[in-house]
């Protein structure tokens, strides 16, 4: 009897410990600033996501999981409704009105003062093309339970089958590089 209370003990803490440890939490998207920023051979230009939805998986120690949605329709540039209907056609968005990211995995690099910086890779998808990328993110938890995650990262438009748009007859050229920055914070569901 004592070796059957022992074993029963044991599988109730093995089990309520797989538990505690892997439990995961959801989140969503509380509040936003992202944008895009590039160059032509005339101007800097730079466009603002105006709706951005996602949610995140996280344990007690680290992110599981992130997807985002950009509705590709509202984004607003620094140049006018010419160019904001210019990226709209490169960017295909009568066909493909989302921009989506989803993480794959997230690995640890190190830690600074409760601010933790994570390599991530996961899969963007825009004008109908997914493509895999690799992120640097920065994570820090907030004091009211929510937390945030900041970066940036590069693509080339001719990955994602965008021709760089051209303006004033092909004398203003977009150069094929963009640039995505981010801060989000997330709320607990």
């Known amino acids: 009897m004592k070796n059957q209370t022992l074993i029963l003990f044991s599988l109730f803490f093995v089990v309520f410990f797989a538990k505690k440890t892997f439990s995961q939490d959801s989140f969503y998207v509380k509040s936003f600033l992202a944008e895009l920023s590039g160059t032509s051979n005339l101007h800097d230009w730079t466009a603002t996501v105006n709706s951005l939805e996602g949610t995140c998986l996280c ?3 680290e992110i599981t999981k992130i997807s985002m949605t950009i509705d590709a329709t509202t984004l607003e540039s620094s140049k006018g409704s010419i160019m904001d209907n210019t990226m709209s056609n490169a960017l295909k ?9 989803t993480s794959l995995s997230f690995k640890f690099i190190s830690e600074n003062n409760g601010t933790i910086k994570y ?10 093309v997914s493509k895999s990328i690799s992120i640097t993110t920065i994570y820090k938890k907030l004091q009211n339970g929510n937390f945030e995650v900041s970066g940036s990262f590069d693509i080339l438009m001719t990955d994602y089958g965008i021709e760089p748009p051209t303006a004033l007859f092909g004398s203003l050229q977009t150069a094929d590089k ?3 920055s981010y801060k989000i914070v997330f709320q607990k569901k």
């Open 178 to 180: 963009v640039n995505i």
């Open 93 to 101: 968005a009568d066909d493909y009105p989302t921009i989506t990211l």
């Open 119 to 128: 390599s991530g890779i996961g899969t963007f998808k825009i004008a109908g």
């Open 59 to 61: 344990t007690e120690t």
